[in-house]
Structure formats: C-alpha cells, structure tokens
C-alpha cells in the first residue's frame, strides 16, 4: 500500500467528524440579536434555547418597528447588530436607540458570507452569531445632539450643488447673445453681475444704462462694460436667462432659510465642557477673501466654540464651513478615537498598506466618501501657496512624492493637529494684556507634528 493511500485510509475517520466553526471560541454577548434590513421586510434573529436561533419577519411600518422592539425586550435582547445599507436602517436604529438597546451599526462588506449562500434569513442568523461572539466592529457615529445638525449641512451642500448648474446656464444665455460679461466682471452672481442681469430680464437692453449699473470698484470702466453688451437680442437666450435666474433665486433663498434652521439648531446643542467661555479674538483673513457659499447669519465660531471648547477656526485653512464640517460629522468628543492615527485611518487620510512576508507590497490612500476627508483636504488646498508651517510642508513635499500625495499628506498632518488640540481643551487658554489670546498650544503642537 502506498503512503498516500495509508495517509487517506488514517485521515478519513477524522474528516467525517462533525466540527462546528465557533468551537473553543466564548459566547460574550449571549443576548445579542442580529438584524437584516431590507425596503419592505425586516429579518430579525435572536439566540433560543439549547443553542439554536429564532427568527421572524416584521414590516416596515412604524407599528412594525414598535412590535420588533417589543419582541427584543421579550427575548432580553441587549444589543442588536445591523447593517449600514442605504437610509432603510435609520428609522429602526433611533427606535431602538430610544428603548435602551446598544446598537452595532457596521459596514455590510465586513461580514460577507461564501458565494451562492445568500437569504434574508441566512444574513440575519449571520449577523447574530458574529455579533455574539464580537466578531463585529462597529462604526462610528457621532453624538445625538450633532446629527439633526449634519443632516441639515449635508442638506445645504445639495443646495449649493443644485444652484450650481444654473449659474452656468445664465452665463452660457449671455454668450450665446454675444454678452461678454464674464470678461469685464470677475463674478457674473457677484452685486454687479446680478444688477445687470436683474435689468436685463426686465427689458433693459441700452448698453450705457446696464453698465451705469456697475460697482463702483469694479476694475473695468463704464466704457469697457458697456461694449461688453453690444449684443443682438434674441428672445428664446433671454427666457432661458429669465428662468435660471429664477432658479437661481429659489435656491438662494432656500439656502438662505437653512442657514436660520441651522443657527436654530446650534443654539438648542448642549456644550461637551465645563470651562467658562473665554473672548475669542479677531483672525487676520485676506481681504476681499468672502465666498458666497459661507454660511450667512449663522454664527459659527461662536457656536462651535461654545460646543466644543475649541477654536477650529484658529488653525490655518479651516474655514466656517469647514469647522462645521468637520464637527458635524466627526462630533465635539475625539475619546472615541484611541490616538491621532486611528483618527486619521477612519478619515481616510492614512497610507493603506499591503503587507506580505514583513514586506511591503503596494502603499495606498484607498478610495472613501468620508465627509470630513474631504473637509481636511480642502483645508489643506488653500494653503498650498501660503506662509505658514503646512504650505512650506506641502511645498516641500510636493518636489518629492507629487502635487497630489503631498495634498493628502498635508490635510493627514493637518487633522492630527487637530485631534491633538481638541483632546487638549480649549484653544486660547491664555490671555495677552492687551486682551488678544496666544496660541501656545497649537504652536506646540505643530512644532510635533512637523518633526514626526
């Protein structure tokens, strides 16, 4: 008989054994449940006696959730795993945010099972074995109080991108009638530029009355302006003006009811310190450096001072937009991030490494959507030319690695000044005589962070 044939012969009885995955493993959370969320059906599942599951199917109605809350409580469901697909799990996840339950909110590709194995019922059976064994990680989400507030942001940023395109339709129905505003103003939505338009729709159509209309600091003269609209007429360019200029206004005024919702919101959120608050001083900006898209009437450094007991605005690059960004999606308390580098990997700013045999293979950024990513390294470009530690950072960077890289880095360097300095409280914590604040912190912690 051949080795091989006494290998099988000595190995067969122990392959027909029966091996269950999770043996030797420790069943920590014994009262766990696992959720699969689907548009019209929900699949829960709960741990039975004697080792086995039980599961049921509820609805998708407001009575439905109530009754699968019910059924948790009655099965002494503590915690309760489900996906983060789509907005189907929202409604479910604030129910049972409400009634007690811990909740495990994780991405749906962390749990994949085997090929050709998928069903409602499998995923939720799934879902509660991993979770009661914790097998899962949960994702983050931040405070109560701050997610009325990033639905909101995230709801004006639609705005701003939906009046967008009809800027450009206004500015294509004036060329197309051979009006060259766009070369003789910098901004056609600016005071001036809609002056103009605004006549324009109304039936003005002498050159001289238009560019009479001009702001007096406008660079170009009347003369210039008014050749920029020698133009012929046409009526079909003029409707299409007409109407994206109404466009144009709705969602300005859209835009500008939000910013109240939004200044609404911040003055009902509780503040995370116990510090008296201290005067905040005047930042130095460039002149002339305002963009439309900022938040009007809506007091964001205050607020978000008031909140976190941090001047983001006091870090070079961040803006009132950006703070807000920044703190509506990552939250006013940074404990839950262990240390600056795990902060930086959930942002998507840390270098992904694949490693094999203690070797490096390929170094990457992966690809993700992380809204407050994407506020960092917007940050980051308008210092690209600035005279400040980071600018000198990217600039130094870019001759080595790229334009590109040395931006992700400068934004990776820029957030963990950030996550330093909200863990160390409040950002002006120093008085000068003359009654401005210093910034000995801040200072000392970009001083780390360039030597790191």
């Not at 609805?59 to 983060?84: C, F, K, P, R, V």
């Not at 059976?125 to 405070?143: G, I, K």
């Not at 600016?190 to 605004?198: A, C, F, K, M, P």
């Not at 007409?242 to 500008?256: C, G, K, N, R, V």
């Amino acid at each position: 008989m051949s080795k091989l044939s006494r290998r099988t012969q000595s190995s067969s009885p122990q392959l027909q054994e029966e091996v269950r995955p999770f043996d030797g493993l420790e069943r920590i959370q014994p009262h766990a449940a696992g959720v699969d969320i689907g548009a019209h059906e929900i699949m829960v599942c709960v741990p039975g006696p004697a080792g086995t599951q039980i599961v049921r199917a509820f609805g998708t109605y407001t009575a439905d959730l109530e009754a699968l809350a019910a059924w948790l409580q009655e099965h002494h469901i503590e915690t309760a795993a489900m996906e983060s697909t789509g907005v189907y799990w929202i409604p479910l996840f604030e129910l049972l945010e409400q009634r007690g339950f811990h909740y495990c909110l994780i991405n749906a590709a962390s749990c994949k099972r085997f090929p050709g194995r998928k069903s409602d019922v499998l995923d939720c059976q799934w879902l509660q074995t991993l979770h009661s064994y914790e097998l899962l990680a949960d994702s983050f989400r931040p405070d109560a109080d701050l997610i009325s507030l990033r639905t909101l942001l995230r709801h004006r940023a639609q705005l701003v991108q939906h009046r967008s395109p009809h800027i450009l339709h206004m500015q294509k129905a004036l060329l197309q009638m051979n009006l060259q505003l766009p070369q003789v103003l910098s901004d056609v939505t600016g005071e001036t530029g809609l002056r103009i338009i605004r006549a324009i729709v109304a039936g003005e159509c002498d050159p001289h009355k238009l560019a009479a209309l001009r702001n007096s600091r406008c660079h170009k003269d009347e003369r210039e302006i008014a050749l920029a609209f020698t133009s012929t007429w046409r009526a079909e360019h003029l409707f299409v003006l007409e109407q994206s200029l109404a466009l144009f206004d709705f969602y300005s005024q859209q835009i500008a009811l939000c910013d109240a919702e939004i200044e609404r919101t911040y003055s009902v959120i509780r503040p995370t310190w116990d510090h008296p608050a201290l005067e905040l001083p005047v930042i130095a900006r460039k002149p002339h450096s305002h963009s439309k898209n900022q938040p009007q009437g809506v007091q964001v450094r205050k607020h978000l001072y008031r909140i976190t007991g941090v001047d983001l605005l006091a870090v070079p690059g961040i803006s009132a937009s950006i703070a807000q960004t920044i703190v509506a999606e990552v939250g006013s308390d940074l404990a839950r991030f262990p240390s600056a580098r795990h902060f930086c990997s959930w942002l998507g700013l840390a270098p992904h490494n694949d490693i094999s045999g203690g070797k490096v293979l390929r170094s990457r950024t992966l690809n993700n959507h992380n809204r407050a990513g994407q506020a960092f390294i917007q940050a980051a470009a308008a210092l690209t030319r600035s005279n400040t530690a980071f600018g000198s950072f990217y600039r130094r960077l870019k001759s080595r690695v790229g334009p590109s890289q040395a931006l992700v880095a400068t934004a990776h360097k820029l957030a963990r000044v950030v996550q330093d300095v909200k863990g160390q409280g409040p950002l002006y914590s120093h008085h000068r005589p003359g009654g401005g604040c210093s910034l000995p912190r801040p200072r000392d912690r970009l001083s780390q962070a360039q030597s790191r």
